[in-house]
């Protein structure tokens, strides 16, 4: 049910993104992200939709690298040994049209999935 929500939403960004613009929605992403291939995916989709419209003449887009700043921390694990709460943090780069735009991404871990964060400063 998740995936599928997913999909209808990535149909629904990439729909509304300029018509000519290539955007590299491959996982796994460039360079070190512990993130899974569904949260990366989620990432990128928030990433390209913010940046875009701040530049409407690019039609390139990619996420250049990623790098873990702090591993997962404050971790705990249920009996089964999944993962119950944690945090960990990445810088991702983006590419449009040659102009490279970093943004911290916080992961977040708790009883009943991943989420992440980005700060409001780096989106605007």
Request: hydrophobic share 40%; charged share 20%; glycine share 4%.
């Amino acid at each position: 049910m998740i995936k599928k929500l997913i999909y209808v939403f990535a149909a629904i960004f990439l729909i509304s993104l300029p018509v000519n613009a290539r955007f590299d929605m491959a996982t796994p992403v460039e360079g070190e992200s512990i993130a899974n291939d569904e949260l990366q995916f989620e990432v990128i989709m928030l990433l390209y939709k913010t940046i875009s419209p701040q530049m409407p003449a690019c039609t390139e887009y990619s996420i250049d690298d990623t790098q873990v700043l702090h591993y997962p921390y404050d971790v705990k694990k249920n009996k089964n040994g999944d993962y119950t709460k944690g945090y960990w943090n990445e810088l991702w780069t983006v590419d449009a049209c040659g102009t490279k735009k970093q943004f911290p991404v916080k992961f977040i871990i708790n009883k009943h999935q991943t989420v992440f964060t980005i700060d409001k400063y780096f989106l605007n």
